[in-house]
């Protein structure tokens, strides 16, 4: 069966620089979730878009922004990164409803140096 | 105190044995409960998904939630090496798309 599939699989960046990650959900999948996996830690909710609307909001910081487009997939936009933000990066999808499991990707690793 | 508690292991039993992974909360509002299986460099992946108290079998994996307790439980019988790996347990209320996960338990089966 289709995953979700999230690219870039790694990504090195600077300090202040930006990054752009993507997300395909799986097919018929209408809403996206966005996660932040430190080191060592459980995963951490950052966003979530429902028919390109933001759903949900957590612990986003304002140096990154998100959207859903018409074909469903999102992207998760970095600026100013600070080493701070290395991290794995997951989407997830669902059908909509508070009630659908959400089915993550094998995410995007960040390294900042 | 995390909302979640999940004791992080490691766990680590012969194949073949009954595994039992545990995880409490504190927030009553949890209305769905999921256990995700994670192997290294991968994302979680769905194992089971419930949203009553109770048991819910699929295969060799049963879920249980006590809402009254406060406390979910995913069994794995006859645990084979490949089922090495992170489980977290996470939950969430009716009105939130947030998860909320455990630390995960790092579980490995020796042949």
């Known amino acids: 069966a289709a995953g979700v599939i999230q690219s870039p699989r790694h990504l090195i960046k600077e300090k202040r620089e930006t990054a752009t990650l993507k997300c395909y959900p799986i097919p018929r999948h209408d809403t996206v979730y966005w996660y932040q996996q430190g080191p060592g830690q459980d995963p951490q909710f950052l966003i979530s878009?429902?028919?390109?609307?933001?759903?949900d909001k957590g612990s986003i910081p304002d140096r990154f922004s998100a959207q859903q487009f018409s074909d469903y997939h999102s992207e998760l936009n970095m600026s100013s990164l600070e080493l701070g933000d290395s991290a794995l990066y997951f989407c997830a999808s669902s059908l909509e409803g508070n009630n659908q499991p959400q089915h993550f990707g094998d995410g995007t690793r960040l390294s900042i140096l | 105190q995390k909302e979640v508690e999940q004791d992080p292991g490691p766990l680590s039993v012969p194949e073949g044995a009954i595994v039992s992974l545990n995880c409490t909360y504190s927030n009553s509002a949890f209305q769905y409960f999921m256990w995700y299986r994670q192997y290294s460099r991968k994302g979680p992946e769905l194992l089971m998904y419930?949203?009553?108290?109770g048991n819910k079998e699929d295969g060799r994996f049963t879920a249980q939630v006590d809402k009254s307790s406060k406390y979910i439980s995913l069994f794995i019988r006859d645990s084979q090496p490949s089922d090495s790996a992170t489980y977290l347990c996470a939950m969430k209320p009716y009105n939130t798309d947030k998860l909320i996960f455990g630390t995960g338990t790092r579980l490995q089966v020796f042949p």
């Open positions: 419930t949203y009553s108290s």
């Open positions: 878009f429902y028919e390109k609307m933001q759903s």
